[in-house]
Structure formats: C-alpha cells, structure tokens
C-alpha cells in the first residue's frame, strides 16, 4: 500500500474527531433557575419577597395602571409573610412544589391586594441566552390580576398576560413562556400581582422555573479548514 493510501484512513478518522468535536463544541449549556412564596417558617417575613400594598381596605385593587414607580416601589417595599394561617377552603401546598408556601401581607391572612416582588440575578459575564422559557404555577385567594391590570404576573416591569386569574383549591399552570425578550443580566425581578375581593382573607402561593439555554459557543480549534490543511 503507497504512503498516499495509508493516509486515507487516517484522514477518515481525524475529519470524523473534528465533527465530532464540533458537535460537542455546539451543545448549549442550561441554566435552571427555581423560585417560590415563603422562604421562611410561617409566621415570619419572606426575606426574598418584598410587596407593596395596594390598597387600604380589603376588597379594593389597584386603582391604576401600573407605572415603574410602583415596581420600584414592591421591589423597596416591606417583606412579604409566610402565612401562618391557613384557611380551611386552601389547599395547603402546591403539586408542582410542595415546598413553596403561602404568603401574604401578614401572618394572619389579612384580606389586602398586593404587588409581591421577587429578584433573581443572571450571571453578568458570558450573559447570553439563545432561549428562555417560564413554568408559573399558582394558587391564590381571591386570584391573580384583575379588570384594570389584568395580567397576575411581570418580568421587569413587562406583563404576561396570559398569566391570571387563579383559585385557592387547585393549582393553575402555565408552561412554555417565552420571556428572552423580556430578561436582562444581571439583576431581573419577578412580580406577582395577588388581588382580594371577598374581604375575608388573601395570600398568594407560587412556584417558578426558569429555563435559560445559553448561547453556543463554535468549536475554536477544529475546523473544516484545519483539516485540509493537515493533510494538504
């Protein structure tokens, strides 16, 4: 067999090493981000949820449409509580995640509207995402958004409509959000917008994840190029 021949399998089995090594190279990494109501023991404040109380007395919402002011002001706001009480018309946990408990504006369920803020930071170096998907699940009483605000859930400032409404017996789910329009690096906050009607009691309980595909990074030093620039 010629030198020229030998080489032929050997060339075979380096371009198949580079494409494999290119295709390993394009697979992007994932970033799962989980967050829920009531970080802390019932009774207690929620020292990841803050909020921003909507009204005076019960059974009354927002009387506006909600401004950056009023984002900024749930996300300086006092802490949300871990309810203490639960009412017996509640289902107790969520079953997309038993871990996340209901809050309010105090520990006793008191029937008040309003705006909860949760932050969450994206990495700020190599901060670059080719897809972002949401997973909101949610009980509420009495539910989320309303007639003037009629979106129950912001990323930044920016609703998402379809997320609204809402009971206290069965968790409501909503999947496959796109929100990469929606995301920034660094700092993002999550609001939820929890609304009384019945001037009984009120508290929200929620879960999200979010699902961030980072941007593919190409094969830096196997190339088609390369290859026949080997065996030339």
């Known amino acids: 067999m010629s030198l020229a021949n030998r080489r032929i399998p050997a060339f075979f089995s380096l371009l198949a090493a580079a494409l494999c090594a290119i295709a390993v190279s394009a697979q992007a990494a994932t970033l799962t981000i989980n967050l ?3 970080n802390a023991a019932p009774g207690n404040p929620d020292p990841l949820i803050r909020r921003l109380d909507l009204a005076t007395s019960c059974g009354v919402g927002y009387g506006s449409l909600f401004t950056a002011a009023d984002f900024a002001a749930a996300d300086a706001g006092p802490s ?3 309810l203490s009480f639960i009412h017996p018309a509640w289902t107790r946990s969520l079953p997309c995640d038993p871990l ?10 008191t029937p008040l509207s ?10 700020p170096d190599g901060c670059c995402y080719q897809k972002a998907e949401l997973e909101f699940c949610w009980m509420a009483d009495d539910g989320i958004g309303d007639a003037l605000n009629p979106a129950g859930l912001y990323l930044n400032g920016s609703p998402i409509p379809v997320v609204a409404g809402g009971n206290f ?3 409501t789910t909503d999947g496959g959000l796109n929100i990469l329009p929606l995301i920034k690096c ?4 999550l609001y939820i917008y929890n609304r009384d ?3 009984a009691v009120s508290g929200v309980n929620f879960s999200a994840r979010l699902i961030l595909d980072e941007c593919i990074t190409p094969a830096s030093v196997s190339s088609w ?4 620039a080997t065996y030339r």
């Open 36 to 38: 829920r109501s009531g």
């Open 80 to 82: 949300a509580v871990v």
């Open 100 to 109: 996340a408990q209901w809050i309010g504006v105090a520990a006793d369920a």
């Open 114 to 123: 309003a705006l909860y803020a949760m932050d969450f930071v994206l990495p």
């Open 169 to 171: 017996t069965a968790q």
């Open 186 to 189: 660094g700092k993002n906050t």
């Open 197 to 199: 009607i019945g001037c």
């Open 225 to 228: 190029g390369r290859v026949k």
